[in-house]
């Protein structure tokens, strides 16, 4: 049984893993070897420990081998696996968080069809709702609030393995919570993770304060001053990229016309599922317009010393969703 894991949704991972592993079982492996291939670098060693592990022994079957970290297998190594796997005996799983589909293990595997591809949700709304179905599937139909999941996205990211490690944690301490609430999540998830400027963007656009404020204030509380350039920054672009939008649509112009003009072909995705139409429809051209001359008012402020302080800076940006 050969398997390939592509992707970076590690708990999905796990589990595809774990299936592995009790069907590996089932076709009689006995034994579990890991290898990890960023400790594995010598020329040759890697392949030979595999073969090594896979081949069967006078006592018994040979082991079902897991390879980690695959992508930092070197190219050589990569062409010796290849070269391997078509008289190999046994189970084998490789795991990679990318896979070169220039190679020619990734060619092999993709002839073989044992690619298997787990990607995490990559946006806001879809992480929310990917937390908010993962409490319910895994923790016995538990519930979780929507502000609870929005607390474990902005401290976590789209780290799916640790959001289920820190969402287990709060049921080992209390088994008996049905609802898991902000102040469960306040009380054991740190928030950590550093806020890009570019998460701004898409709350601003969907005029949604509730979502807007609480990252600029984090970025600023983590940034200081620095932070201000990068948050005009972002905004700044958003805005022109909408009023680009802005102005096509009001001329009639079909998505994939807007989207062939303003985004890279392998943007389309990125168009619909960040809900551009919709930000778009939130904002008069004016409006914009006038976003744009504020926030090049304020890069000219902080370039002269006028903006040296958080709130002032925090208030007139608030201000632009007014």
Request: with cysteine.
């Amino acid at each position: 049984m050969l398997l390939a894991l592509v992707g970076s949704d590690e708990f999905g991972k796990e589990e595809r893993i774990a299936e592995f592993w009790k069907e590996a079982l089932a076709n009689g492996s006995q034994r579990m070897v890991f290898f990890a291939t960023e400790y594995m670098r010598d020329e040759g060693t890697l392949t030979a420990a595999v073969a090594q592990a896979m081949e069967p022994s006078f006592f018994g079957p040979g082991a079902s081998v897991l390879v980690r970290h695959c992508e930092c297998m070197p190219a050589e190594e990569q062409r010796r696996i290849a070269s391997f796997l078509p008289g190999a005996q046994g189970n084998l799983a490789l795991d990679f968080s990318e896979l070169d589909r220039r190679s020619s293990l990734s060619k092999y595997l993709e002839k073989q069809g044992v690619v298997e591809s787990f990607a995490p949700p990559k946006y806001n709304d879809k992480i929310q709702k990917w937390i908010m179905d993962h409490v319910q599937r895994h923790f016995n139909k538990r519930k979780i609030e929507p502000a609870a999941a929005i607390y474990i996205m902005d401290a976590i990211g789209f780290d799916t393995k640790r959001i289920h490690s820190e969402i287990e944690k709060i049921l080992i301490y209390d088994s008996s919570i049905q609802e898991i609430k902000i102040q469960h999540c306040s009380l054991f998830i740190k928030q950590d993770r550093e806020v890009p400027a570019y998460e701004l963007q898409m709350p601003f656009g969907l005029r949604n304060p509730a979502e807007f404020f609480p990252k600029l204030r984090r970025i600023l509380a983590e940034g200081g001053i620095e932070a201000m350039m990068p948050v005009i920054g972002a905004l700044r672009n958003h805005c022109i990229t909408l009023l680009h939008i802005n102005s096509m649509r009001l001329k009639k112009m079909p998505d994939y016309e807007i989207i062939n003009r303003i985004l890279l072909p392998n943007q389309a995705r990125y168009y619909q599922q960040n809900r551009m139409p919709e930000q778009s429809s939130r904002w008069r051209l004016d409006s914009l317009q006038k976003a744009i001359l504020r926030l090049d008012e304020l890069s000219y402020g902080i370039k002269m010393g006028s903006y040296g302080d958080l709130p002032s800076f925090e208030l007139a940006i608030c201000g632009l969703m007014l």
